[in-house]
């Protein structure tokens, strides 16, 4: 049973020889079974975090003094005394899941999801999640003004959930055997991603606008917020991963209904790359689905029972 994700788990069929045979007899590798869609149909949940500032939102004042690293120690101590309070959240607090409408053929799946930070004002934050240097006024024009202790903000994250845009994970051509895989999602890469996309950012300002918020970019966006070129900006330039890889061995394509390889005999693949599309949401509970199906049908197969406890 192979199991090591939508990266590692094609790179390994791959270091043995399996996988399309022109691009494995390119890298040096010898071909031993030639299964031309592992590492392909790969897909992510690429997003764009906004910036909104909002009295609504937490002052960083008081996510210190909430954290019990300031002066005023009482949530510190409540949380002490309840296990309530500030320290207790990820502050990570709500998510809006929805349809965009823009693409007709995925009918009603929620392809969006808009998410929400309660709090967002320190340089670091964003450098560290989100990869943004927003630390000068020449690539943030508001720094001064949204990176404040006395000012409120937050964090509306803007999640595409139903990319049409496919990438793959391929051996490195130098060294195959020892590199990293190549991981080449090709984000935004179909047009009717970049329209979603944007329509969703579009969402996210009504969203702000209905907390009283104002909406911040970075100066190579633009601050013209109904503009869709303004937005296409953004995300082409700002959309990074949300960590979600799947469908790189798909069902249907390099396994059957049970995960069973169909080039390769007793093998099976139980993680996320096995997923024939993306899910529209977190891939976590799918991939524990997806390891209890292919128990369940090596019991059956082996007259074993298996037991669930709470």
């Not at 049409?164 to 999602?185: N, Q, Y």
């Not at 606008?209 to 503009?227: H, K, N, S, T």
């Not at 990074?240 to 390769?264: F, L, R």
């Amino acid at each position: 049973i192979l199991a090591a994700g939508a990266y590692n788990t094609p790179q390994i069929l791959l270091r043995s020889g399996v996988g399309p045979r022109e691009e494995l007899e390119a890298t040096g590798v010898e071909c031993r079974i030639d299964s031309p869609h592992i590492g392909k149909h790969l897909k992510d949940h690429p997003f764009v975090p906004i910036p909104v500032s909002t009295s609504y939102g937490l002052r960083f004042k008081e996510v210190i003094d909430g954290l019990g690293l300031g002066t005023d120690l009482t949530q510190k101590k409540e949380y002490q005394r309840t296990g309530k309070g500030m320290m207790a959240t990820s502050l990570y607090e709500a998510s809006y899941f929805y349809s965009t409408g823009v693409n007709p053929e995925l009918g009603q799946v929620k392809d969006a999801q808009i998410s929400i930070f309660n709090t967002c004002s320190e340089p670091q934050f964003w450098l560290e999640n989100f990869n943004y240097d927003l630390t000068t006024t020449e690539k943030f024009p508001a720094r001064d003004e949204f990176f404040s202790m006395d000012n409120g903000s937050c964090c509306l994250v803007a999640i595409f959930n139903q990319p049409f845009s496919m990438g793959e994970v391929t051996l490195a051509e130098k060294d195959p055997l020892r590199a990293p895989p190549r991981i080449r999602h090709k984000y935004l890469s179909d047009e009717r991603d970049v329209d979603a996309f944007v329509a969703m950012c579009q969402e996210a300002v009504e969203i702000a606008y209905g907390m009283e918020g104002r909406v911040f970019l970075p100066a190579d966006a633009g601050d013209a917020l109904d503009r869709r070129d303004t937005w296409e900006r953004y995300v082409r330039g700002y959309a990074t991963t949300n960590y979600h890889p799947t469908s790189s061995c798909c069902i249907g394509k390099v396994v059957d209904a049970e995960c069973k390889a169909v080039d390769v005999g007793g093998l099976r693949i139980a993680d996320a790359s096995v997923f024939p599309d993306i899910p529209a949401g977190n891939t976590q509970a799918s991939c524990i689905m997806v390891g209890e199906k292919v128990s369940e049908v090596i019991g059956k197969e082996h007259s074993l029972s298996i037991t669930y406890t709470q």
